[in-house]
């Protein structure tokens, strides 16, 4: 159980153009969910918090415009990258944390490496 | 946020031996942390766990050592196998924020 996938796994656009990355959770419901972003032979790097049915807490130095996420349900977040460019390109990997649980504990997706021409 | 870092970027050792990866935190008011392993082009898998309770936590060939008095955190594996060769990341929950933190990360080679 506890399963969490992302779509696509893999993207190649061209600078300018806009990506849509799923976040789901298969078997569980999470009313949070967590954006990371992880650059080559570097950590994860939280961007924002997803919280079902409100917006995203974004961390600092990230942009909410560019990066737009969307947690319509309680298995599914979208992160957004608006024009995307060649620096944008990285690893974007979620979590979620399972709903009604006091725990701590969150799964992560296999991730979604981003290639931006 | 605050800083966890890793003392060893990289470690190598020999298969069969122990391994012994470092992690410091600098929040003394978290309460929980958690050892994650990546492979490459995969998302964070989930090794072992410990709460501030608690100073060693034991799982299957891993146990993690936590010493708040330093706030230093290591993960040991026991008999290393190649299999184990990954990346290994510990993060820390500040709960005030409901977020975690990711230290930097130290890559595991286990030669044959």
């Known amino acids: 159980g506890a399963v969490v996938s992302q779509h696509p796994s893999w993207v190649i656009c061209k600078s300018g153009t806009s990506v849509k990355i799923e976040c789901r959770s298969l078997?569980?419901?999470?009313?949070?969910m967590f954006w990371y972003r992880q650059f080559p032979k570097q950590s994860l790097m939280l961007m924002a918090t997803?919280?079902?049915?409100?917006?995203?807490?974004?961390e600092q130095g990230v942009e909410k415009d560019k990066f737009l996420i969307n947690h319509a349900s309680l298995t599914l977040s979208t992160l957004t990258v608006t024009s995307a460019h060649p620096e944008d390109s990285s690893f974007y990997i979620c979590?979620?944390?399972?709903?009604?649980?006091?725990?701590?504990?969150?799964?992560f997706g296999p991730g979604t490496r981003l290639t931006v021409l | 946020g605050e800083s966890v870092g890793l003392h060893l970027p990289t470690l190598s050792v020999q298969e069969g031996d122990n391994s012994i990866i470092n992690c410091a935190y600098s929040?003394?008011?978290?309460?929980?942390f958690i050892w994650y392993k990546q492979e490459s082009g995969k998302g964070p898998q989930f090794i072992i766990d410990?709460?501030?309770?608690?100073d060693k936590r034991q799982g299957q060939r891993v146990t993690v050592l936590l010493n708040k008095t330093v706030k230093h955190l290591s993960l040991q594996i026991a008999a290393t196998q190649p299999g184990d060769s990954a990346v290994y990341f510990c993060?820390?929950?500040?709960?005030?924020?409901?977020?975690?933190?990711f230290g930097s990360g130290t890559k595991l080679n286990v030669k044959p």
């Open positions: 979590s979620a944390r399972l709903a009604g649980r006091s725990s701590n504990e969150q799964f």
């Open positions: 078997d569980f419901q999470a009313t949070t």
């Open positions: 997803s919280n079902e049915g409100s917006k995203a807490t974004y």
């Open positions: 929040n003394s008011a978290s309460d929980y």
């Open positions: 410990i709460r501030s309770n608690m």
């Open positions: 993060a820390e929950w500040e709960g005030n924020f409901n977020k975690f933190y």
